[in-house]
């Protein structure tokens, strides 16, 4: 055989799962650049040959909610990501954007307080940054609102002049033009949460069109107003003609526990009507946001807790606290105890001496709940990992093996194949990331190989920087990005362009 019909690699043997939701098949893959190439009995020799017998081969996972929009840049081995098998990141999350660039880098400075790039413009600067950069997955990315809105009006309150709504517009038309998936809001957090629904509709509807993107949302009430912010997140979509993406989909507090099955039902109800509504989920009943958050939305109070739901100083642990270290680990209810003063006064306590760079785990959901939004058809994953100091939620590092580990093997919630389909071949649809997301010749080869059977997170609570155990090796257009739980040091990630 003449050498130029060798392949750069051959995965032979595994349990092939192509990412459309197919059962497994015993067969082959081979990949040439950064390309499947064959699919089936290979008979070529590959320069590098990999024995998967005994394993699972699947599309790399599509992280669809991540908040990495500086850690692909300032961390470009993303470690946390690559490790549990993501291939592709989907930052600009709930209305955290990187244009314009002066507010945006406000609000991930709450992440990342030294950051300091040098300014880009735009989307288009944005995803060429990345592409110099190189980190190790792929990065697609969603146009933030609470970013423009900081950027064209500060953090007020009013309504926005017509002047300042076509400053947004704008933002939006040019990232649509760079080729953003979509564009989020984040409804809890300042300034998200000063826009009207009609204000949003507005931008969203400039996402309109064949190259236009979907509409994700952190919605503005995950607890006792839960059903009417599903009702106005269909309506965005609705009226706009857009498709919607409902970011971590859960309810959230106690006396809300099991409202999912009305939040479900609103789902495909609209869905039924012609609505394109699919939710992303992250398997833990503990969710995670910054401190500041938390007391905006009057979480402690019993009488008028806002989108997160009544809060116990309990529920609420410290993560992330950069200038007091000694609070990491410790809940609001233990400092409260400590200082001798009530709840509000220690969570208070602890923003004055951290500002918004105080990150906290919540614990406010119940696993039936987990369970049935992971069940249901219309969920994909994503982690909303958020890559901060200290001992950050271990969805970080965890989500994806937590998935295949505790929810399919063990709970048995859902089929291997299903939960594959719902990481890898139905958010690259819905985010129209063009020949990813499934294994075909000519799709990009973006792979996992893991064992079904070992395949685990290991990341908790208390020790969140742990990777999963049982992914064999990790490939990101072609090359190993990880092997047996170690990171390659490769980096052959790029921005993605929507359906380029
Ligand atoms: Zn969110």
Same mark, same amino acid.
């Given at each position: ?88 990141? #989907? ?49 697609? #990315? ?29 933002? #939006? ?234 929810? #399919? ?92």
């Amino acid at each position: 055989m003449a050498t130029g019909e060798r392949f750069d690699l051959v995965i032979r043997g595994g349990t092939v799962f192509d990412g459309t939701g197919a059962p497994g098949l015993r067969a082959d893959v081979g990949v040439r650049g950064e390309r499947i190439v064959a699919f089936g009995t290979v008979t070529h020799r590959g320069d590098v040959e990999v024995d998967a017998r005994g394993f699972a081969v699947a599309p790399g996972f599509i992280d669809v909610h991540s908040h990495d929009d500086y850690a692909v840049i300032l961390e470009p081995e993303v470690p946390f990501k690559v490790l549990q098998g993501v291939t592709t990141d #989907v930052v600009g999350n709930c209305g955290s954007g990187v244009v314009p660039f002066e507010a945006g880098l406000v609000r991930f400075r709450r992440l990342h307080p030294d950051a300091d790039p040098t300014p880009w413009e735009g989307f288009k600067g944005y995803l060429e940054r990345v592409d110099s950069v190189r980190p190790s997955c792929n990065v697609a #990315v969603l146009i933030g609102q609470g970013s423009m809105r900081r950027g064209a009006m500060g953090n007020d309150t009013r309504e926005p002049t017509a002047a300042e709504l076509d400053r947004m517009k704008a933002w #939006v038309r040019e990232g649509v033009a760079a080729g953003a998936v979509g564009l989020s809001t984040g409804l809890i957090y300042e300034p998200s949460r000063y826009a009207k629904t009609d204000e949003i509709i507005t931008l969203v509807r400039e996402l309109r069109g064949p190259s236009g993107g979907l509409y994700a949302t952190h919605m503005r009430n995950e607890a006792d107003g839960l059903l009417d912010a599903v009702r106005e997140a269909i309506r965005i979509g609705e009226e706009a003609g857009v498709p919607v993406q409902i970011s971590h989909h859960k309810a959230s507090g106690r006396r809300n526990w099991g409202r999912v099955r009305d939040s479900l039902a609103l789902i495909d109800e609209a869905r039924a009507r012609g609505v394109d509504v699919t939710t992303d989920q992250y398997p833990y009943t503990a969710g995670s946001t910054t401190l500041a958050a938390v007391m905006q939305n009057n979480s402690f109070r019993a009488d008028s807790p806002g989108g997160l739901g009544q809060l116990e100083g309990g529920d609420v642990l410290i993560s992330s606290s950069p200038k007091h270290p000694e609070w990491e680990g410790r809940t609001v209810a233990t400092l409260a105890t400590n200082w001798g003063v009530d709840t509000e006064g220690a969570a208070q306590r602890v923003l004055d001496g951290e500002g918004d760079a105080c990150w906290v785990v919540v614990f406010t959901m119940d696993e039936r709940d987990v369970k049935a939004v992971l069940a249901h058809p219309t969920t994909m994953i994503g982690s909303d990992g958020v890559p901060t100091g200290g001992n950050p939620h271990p969805r970080l590092y965890g989500c994806f093996a937590r998935v295949l580990g505790r929810y #399919v093997r063990e709970e048995k919630v859902l089929e291997l194949p299903t939960a594959l389909h719902r990481m890898t071949g139905m958010p690259a649809a819905k985010f129209q990331l063009l020949d990813r997301g499934t294994i075909r010749p000519g799709a990009y080869a973006d792979l996992v190989v893991f064992d079904p059977a070992r395949i685990d997170d290991a990341a908790t609570y208390t020790e969140p920087r742990q990777a999963p155990t049982g992914i064999r090796a990790v490939y990101v257009n072609g090359a190993a990005v990880a092997r047996d739980g170690r990171h390659t040091g490769a980096r052959p990630g790029r921005g993605l362009r929507r359906g380029r």
